[in-house]
């Protein structure tokens, strides 16, 4: 069975306005890619909330973040011709459109739900799985690489769970 790579992203909000903070993902090889993203003068919705959730003030963005053309040039680079699949894909699509259309470029990969890699066993087993998997890793930060880690982790554990011989 193939292992997918996967994406997170963080965002400004969850609603109308929202933008992409930061993108990360994980491949199956253990390579992981995480950047802050620095706003474009058109995204200025904040939520509070959310911050409180990633952790990711505003001002950091724009002291540490990378302009959303290099964003969507390494994700390219990276992901050119790969499925790669996100655990919120009504959210991660459009913010994932909105970056690439602030850069003026087209995804080279295709974002898809990772709902579609699970049968009815994973499904039932999915959210125990996380949870165990979040203690045994430990990751202290709600961020998009460390995210992207524990969804793959999570489907490695699932499936091992339902069909220990598929390894």
Same mark, same amino acid.
């Given at each position: 069975?193939?292992?997918?790579?996967?994406?997170?992203?963080?965002?400004?909000?969850?609603?109308?306005?929202?933008?992409?903070?930061?993108?990360?993902?994980?491949?199956?090889?253990?390579?992981?890619?995480?950047? +802050?993203?620095?706003?474009?003068?058109?995204?200025?919705?904040?939520?509070?909330?959310?911050?409180?959730?990633?952790?990711?003030?505003?001002?950091?963005?724009?002291?540490?973040?990378?302009?959303?053309?290099?964003?969507?040039?390494?994700?390219?680079?990276?992901?050119?011709?790969?499925?790669?699949?996100?655990?919120?894909?009504?959210?991660?699509?459009?913010?994932?459109?909105?970056?690439?259309?602030?850069?003026?470029?087209?995804?080279?990969?295709?974002?898809?739900?990772?709902?579609?890699?699970?049968?009815?066993?994973?499904?039932?087993?999915?959210?125990?799985?996380?949870?165990?998997?979040?203690?045994?890793?430990?990751?202290?930060?709600?961020?998009?690489?460390?995210?992207?880690?524990? +969804?793959?982790?999570? +489907?490695?554990?699932?499936?091992?769970?339902?069909?220990?011989?598929?390894?």
């Amino acid at each position: 069975m193939i292992q997918p790579a996967i994406i997170d992203i963080e965002a400004s909000g969850f609603g109308k306005g929202s933008y992409p903070i930061e993108v990360g993902f994980y491949l199956p090889d253990g390579q992981a890619y995480c950047t +802050l993203i620095t706003p474009e003068a058109a995204w200025s919705h904040w939520d509070d909330s959310a911050e409180q959730v990633h952790g990711i003030r505003r001002e950091l963005l724009f002291e540490k973040g990378s302009r959303a053309l290099d964003v969507c040039d390494d994700l390219n680079a990276k992901l050119r011709g790969q499925y790669v699949y996100c655990d919120a894909w009504a959210y991660d699509y459009v913010w994932l459109g909105k970056l690439f259309d602030a850069a003026e470029r087209v995804p080279l990969f295709q974002l898809k739900d990772i709902r579609d890699l699970l049968g009815d066993c994973e499904q039932k087993l999915w959210h125990a799985t996380r949870a165990a998997v979040e203690l045994r890793l430990q990751l202290r930060r709600h961020r998009a690489s460390s995210d992207a880690r524990m +969804l793959f982790e999570t +489907l490695l554990e699932a499936r091992k769970r339902c069909a220990p011989d598929w390894i």
